[in-house]
């Protein structure tokens, strides 16, 4: 198996970050585990990568073609663009709740959970 140091430091990235994200289970996987699941990773980035094709990218000759997927790419981005947009005032209102929660318990106030039970029921 020979490899660019592209894909020697990604794989390398590949390991750590996996170490990383067990380490909170307690879990020490054999070595040869660890190269089985990083492989698998590799070769599905790898295969991700051979397979996605980027309009304007690859020559063609029909600028009709050019121009629709210009606008239909300008549309999705515009749709995705709104519905980030909607998603992250969702997380603001949700993370200052959470701020507002924290105040509350904070300045020493009890009342059983009923505050962070009522903000957990809302933000399902």
Request: proline fraction near 5%.
């Amino acid at each position: 198996m020979t490899s660019s140091p592209i894909q020697s430091a990604h794989r390398q990235k590949a390991i750590s970050e996996l170490l990383y994200a067990v380490r909170a289970y307690d879990w020490h996987p054999q070595p040869e585990i660890v190269r089985a699941i990083v492989e698998w990773h590799i070769e599905g980035v790898t295969e991700a990568r051979t397979e996605i094709w980027v309009p304007g990218m690859a020559p063609n000759a029909n600028p009709k073609v050019e121009q629709v997927l210009q606008k239909y790419y300008t549309h999705r981005i515009r749709s995705m663009i709104d519905r980030l947009t909607a998603e992250n005032v969702c997380l603001r209102q949700q993370v200052s709740a959470a701020i507002d929660c924290l105040k509350y318990y904070a300045s020493g106030d009890t009342d059983g959970g009923a505050r962070a039970k009522s903000q957990l029921k809302l933000n399902r």
